[in-house]
């Protein structure tokens, strides 16, 4: 690992234990984009094992998606919040489906629709701070 990726990867920790829940939830946005793009990298330039990158990369955005997922609220009494949660579960799961997809096939093509998915959710996110 190189000194700069080590640095990147220091303060990205750092930034995750400091943040708040907010901010967490925008980080985790941001990953799951960060992954898209270097598996639509890997697969556009096809660097010595591509496939195990593409992989690598899909597996962690499904993972940070099923982390988003579970801290939904979904049995809390408000039915404004639980509705909202259901929504976004429901987002979640797609867009997961759309990366277990595109590991299958080893395609780019579903990663646009999470691209999608996940790049409105985080500027809508980012937008919502009371």
């Known amino acids: 690992m190189s000194t700069t990726t080590a640095a990147i990867a220091n303060y990205s920790q750092s930034s995750a234990v400091t943040a708040s829940p907010h901010e967490v939830v925008l980080l985790a946005y941001e990953r799951?984009?960060?992954?898209?793009?270097?598996?639509?990298h890997a697969d556009r330039?096809?660097?010595?094992?591509?496939?195990q990158m593409f992989h690598n990369e899909t597996?962690?955005?499904?993972?940070?998606?099923?982390?988003?997922?579970t801290g939904l609220s979904?049995?809390?009494g408000d039915q404004e919040v639980v509705d909202l949660a259901e929504k976004l579960d429901s987002l979640y799961r797609y867009?997961?489906?759309?990366?277990a997809q595109a590991n299958v096939k080893k395609s780019s093509s579903p990663l646009a629709v999470v691209h999608m998915i996940v790049d409105g959710l985080r500027d809508?996110?980012?937008?919502s701070e009371l």
């Open 59 to 69: 597996v962690l955005a499904q993972a940070i998606l099923v982390e988003l997922s």
């Open 32 to 40: 799951v984009l960060t992954a898209c793009n270097r598996a639509e």
């Open 95 to 99: 867009a997961a489906q759309q990366l």
């Open 74 to 76: 979904l049995d809390s």
């Open 45 to 51: 330039v096809r660097p010595p094992m591509w496939m």
């Open 124 to 127: 809508a996110w980012a937008c």
